[in-house]
Every structure is written in C-alpha cells, then in structure tokens.
C-alpha cells in the first residue's frame, strides 16, 4: 500500500503535462522568425552609377551598375547595398559570390557547381522568375553538391502580360544542398493559361534542400502552390498560401513528394501536409 501510494505521489499528472505541451507549442509558433518585409530588404544608402560588364573579383559597395555584370570563373565577389543584375551566370567551382542587401533583377544560373553563392537580406525581382539556380544541361541533376544560400530574402515575379511557358517566383531544375531561410516568394498574376493560374509559386526539382520559415505569399493567381520533386527536400514552419487546385502537387509516377514539419495556412494557421 505505501509503495502504491508512494508511485501514486510520483506519477505525472496527464493533464499539467498536455497544458505545458501546448504552451512551449504554442510559444514555439510566436518565436518562429517571419521573412522580411520589402523595406528591410535591398540597398540602404544612397548608390553611386558605375558601368556593368565584366567585373573582377573584389569587394562591390554602394554601386548601382548600369548592365549586367559579367563575373570571372575564379575569385571571390561580395557586393553589399547594390543594385546589379547578372546574364546566366554559368559553372564555375573555383567562385564564390555573396550578395548582402543588394536588389536584382532575378538571378539565373546555370549547369551547377556553384560554390558558395550565399544571399542576405536582397530583393529578387524577376520576368518568368526571380531566382534560378540550375544543373539543367546536366539532367537536371539532384546528386551533385551545389551549396546555395538564401537567407532574409524577397524572391518576387512581376505582372507580365500572357505567359507562355513555365513562371514562379523560383524554380530550380536540378541542385542538391540548397538552403533557403526567411525567404518570402512572391507572384503576380496574370493565369498562364486564362484558367488555372500561374505554374506556381516554386517549382523545385533537388535534392537534400531546406526550406525554413519560408512565405510562399498568395499575391497572385496559381494553381498548386508548390512543384517539388527530388529526395528529401524538407519545409521546416513554412507557411503557404493555397493554390487554386491545393498546397502541393500531388506525388505521382515516381515524383518524390517534399517533408513538412509545422507548416501552416497562411491565412487560417490550419496544418499543411503532403
């Protein structure tokens, strides 16, 4: 009896439990961090006119270049409060690149290895697409390491007229350990087709890539909210605006359907799933 009454004294109480649970759930949710807002992102100072074209390694500050910039294959570059714009940015290991609130005109990359690429606090404003890292002449590659990182961003498409072919505000046609945190991306309407809506928001075709507290905003019209293929590409507290037919396109033939962790409605806070 006394050793019943003793185990009686230390059993945890279910009810205290389950209230603590949903309280550290529920802080949990109030701490998670939000993408920044157009005003955070992108120069802060005044720019100075310098001329684009090809630019050797170095360190870029307060430039407002007045072409594409075309970047060497080796090197180190880091642009800080710029605004510049790249032509297809093709494969070269031996250069890395960081762009730390800078504002684009969208981003294309091509063939893969891309080492090093990392951007902070920017806004991407893109025609088709605003960001797109690719191992396209590859296959469409999802093995092969591409480090990539995109951290408090704005990824955004603008309005276009009728599209005729693939627009979200990313897509990304093969790479493998690509990370995007606190990334809000955005689309604009019109519907590519006159009914169903823009492709989507993403489209992803990788493997092994984060998305962590990512937006994926409902500014315009689509029709499923997120294209993902490629193993274990993972949403982490992602919130999504919904898509005229769902949140994700549905895994058929031998599509790899994404991870969700903790995402949610934008609008509602109602769970998303695959």
């Excluded at 409060?81 to 091509?110: E, K």
Aim: aromatic content about 10%; proline content about 7%.
């Amino acid at each position: 009896m006394a050793n019943g009454s003793r185990m009686n004294a230390i059993r945890p109480n279910r009810g205290v439990f389950w209230l603590l649970s949903l309280y550290l759930l529920a802080q949990a949710a109030l701490a998670a961090p939000a993408p920044p807002e157009r005003a955070q992102v992108g120069p802060r100072v005044a720019l100075t006119d310098r001329a684009g074209g090809k630019v050797p390694p170095g360190v870029y500050a307060a430039a407002r270049f007045g072409g594409p910039v075309e970047l060497e294959t080796t090197g180190r570059y880091e642009f800080t409060d710029c605004q510049v714009s790249f032509n297809t940015v093709w494969m070269a290991p031996a250069r890395t690149v960081l762009l730390d609130h800078c504002q684009t005109g969208g981003i294309y990359l091509a063939e893969g290895g891309q080492l090093g690429w990392t951007l902070r606090f920017c806004y991407m404003l893109g025609g088709n697409q605003g960001l797109r890292p690719s191992t396209g002449r590859d296959g469409w590659d999802v093995k092969t390491p591409t480090p990539f990182v995109v951290e408090d961003c704005i990824v955004e498409i603008s309005s276009l007229g009728t599209p005729t072919a693939h627009v979200e505000a990313m897509q990304t046609l093969g790479g493998n350990n690509l990370r995007f945190r606190r990334v809000r991306f955005i689309t604009h309407g019109p519907k590519t087709d006159g009914v169903t809506g823009q492709t989507a928001v993403i489209n992803v075709i990788a493997g092994h890539s984060l998305f962590e507290d990512c937006e994926f905003a409902e500014a315009g019209a689509y029709y499923y909210t997120v294209y993902c293929d490629g193993p274990e590409n993972v949403f982490v507290r992602c919130r999504f605006g919904r898509g005229a037919a769902s949140y994700l396109y549905p895994t058929t033939g031998t599509r790899i359907a994404p991870i969700l962790f903790d995402c949610t409605d934008l609008q509602t806070g109602a769970p998303v799933g695959p």
